[in-house]
């Protein structure tokens, strides 16, 4: 039988491995991590693995990959890392904890906590900077008073989520802010916080040069586990493997044509009008996979090939001369924006290796 194409390869040891090293290096100081499973669809095999690595958590941002997780018979503590209030009763029921900073919507996590007996865990998410989510520090007290009025809810920590969106990076300014309001939140309401989780991938080089963590006892990771990278530089982490996920595509046609399209040019099918150079003649390939499967700009050919530009359907390629015959595979190294697309799109096939 012919390997099924496109597939992503997925080694599920290396990302066990990851979560070993990243695991190690976090506990060192004290520092629990929640595995992040949103950018593989909750996938189960690779959430085992995370956990298999060390991980005490496994966070994703949607109910629904938590239920496919505990479906598949996952046994962790599951986080939502993103609290809509229209699903309140499914995340009641399906996650352990949720991050949250409206009260509208800890209310209605409360009515149905309350309906289901059970006591919903949330951790409290604090802006300091990056304007994604986030309560304002200086109304947190007013907060908390607020949410100790519902009793199936219960406070576990606090939490902040920085170079997502602004860009900011964790520095000691902002870690110092989260600790002092555990510090604050503490010693106003008499809560045990055992969770303050003080961000994400991002947090790799201020973890490595901080003197003090101060209170600051957990991350979430996502990118580095699975792509063995830090976000804000994307730099690879020593030890960790960079290349657990490879897209392996198919070329459909091979042939010498020129680089210059010939006839009117007019508007192309996303509506942009494309200008070329014109480089003579040369070997193109077209691989089957386009913009509805995979993110082109998150795409780099692990061979000597230059990405041309994509259709819905088409990659087009200049072979550079490569021998590339009607049927071959083509391997491509992804960053996270590709393999989002890739582990999303029902036509690109997962393939688990063990090793
Ligand atoms: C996605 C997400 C993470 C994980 O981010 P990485 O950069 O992949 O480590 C952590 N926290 C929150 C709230 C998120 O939404």
Redesign the pocket.
Known sequence: MKALMPRIEISLSQIRDNARILSKLYEQKGISLMG?S??VLGNPLIAQAMIQGGVKFI?D?RIENIQRMKTAGIKTRFVL??TPLSQAESIVKNADIS?NTEIETIKALAHYAHLHNRIHEIILMAELGDLR?GILPHNFSEFIKKVLSFSPIKIIGIGC?LA?YGGIKPDSDNMGQLSTLAKAITKEFQIDLEIISG????NYQWYQSTKTLDHINNL?????ILLGRE?LYRMAIPELHTQAFQLVTEVIESKDKPSLPYGKICQNAFGDFPIFDDRGIHRRIIIALGRQDILVSGLTPLTDLKILGASSDHLILDSNNNNLKVGSEVNFNLD?GGLLAAMTSPFIHKQFSYI
Do not use: D, H, I, P
């Open positions: 992040v949103k950018a966070a941002s890392l993103r991050l989510e989520n997502c961000g994400n991938s991002a979430r990771l996502g990118e580095s976000t996270y």
